[in-house]
């Protein structure tokens, strides 16, 4: 069986087998994290969408949404979940062409590691483009601690919605770069796929530079979505940073 592109038939089951209930929380955390700024957060750019499951979250908090992703798949996924009324546009990073400027802009559930490291400080670029002043960039990115429990823990398997999964880890540490097999079965043969995504580990030092070179400065590193300070355990880092003023 040859590989399917990434997430072209993984959206198929993404929600149900991929996806933990995070997303009222992460939620949660951006309304409470942009509650004080005096401009106000109206309008975000949600970078990575997949299906939609936190735009669909902001947008029922009253947030104007607009969501791009790489994967026809998944915005079309989206697309059910949201209906008519939320833009959805495939968008393959760096490359970014959407309308208009928004006060923030998010990536999350490690959408930013599928780039290589010169493709980030483009995405970065790009999403400075289309931000406020003072604008937010809040988004995740796998950490080194995560690094070291793939390197520990180099295939995971088990079952989940009548789904059995392999996944299957190829990581040098000395190039930070991840290949991994995502092998799937289910009732039927024709519900059997496997999918090769490439990620890659991106370093603090890394991102902190092409935040800068992006016109961004950097306001806190936390734990998963929550106000504790990322620490050396931490498998999943928010980055919060803000456009500069001028």
Do not use: K
């Amino acid at each position: 069986m040859s590989a399917a592109e990434p997430y072209s038939r993984l959206a198929g089951v993404y929600d149900e087998i991929v996806v933990d209930p995070c997303y009222p929380l992460w939620a949660e955390f951006l309304l409470d994290l942009w509650a004080d700024d005096p401009q106000g957060v109206r309008t975000v750019l949600d970078v990575c969408c997949g299906t939609g499951l936190l735009t669909a979250e902001l947008v029922a908090a009253g947030l104007d949404v607009t969501g791009v992703d790489a994967s026809h798949e998944m915005l079309a996924r989206a697309r059910t979940l949201l209906g008519p009324r939320v833009l959805l546009s495939q968008q393959v990073l760096p490359h970014l062409d959407v309308d208009g400027t928004f006060d923030a802009a998010i990536s999350t559930f490690d959408g930013l590691n599928y780039l290589s490291p010169p493709d980030l400080r483009l995405t970065f670029e790009a999403i400075a483009a289309h931000l406020r002043p003072d604008g937010w960039l809040v988004f995740d990115i796998h950490t080194d601690a995560m690094m070291s429990f793939v390197l520990d823990n180099p295939v995971v398997s088990g079952e989940d919605d009548g789904y059995r999964f392999v996944i299957s880890n190829r990581l040098d540490p000395g190039t930070r770069v991840c290949d991994t097999t995502i092998e799937l079965t289910g009732a039927t043969p024709e519900a059997a796929f496997t999918e090769r995504h490439r990620q890659y580990f991106h370093s603090d030092a890394q991102v902190t530079s092409a935040l800068a070179a992006a016109g961004f400065w950097l306001a806190a590193v936390s734990a998963e979505y929550t106000r504790v300070p990322a620490g050396p355990d931490t498998l999943r880092a928010t980055w919060i940073a803000r456009r500069e003023a001028s």
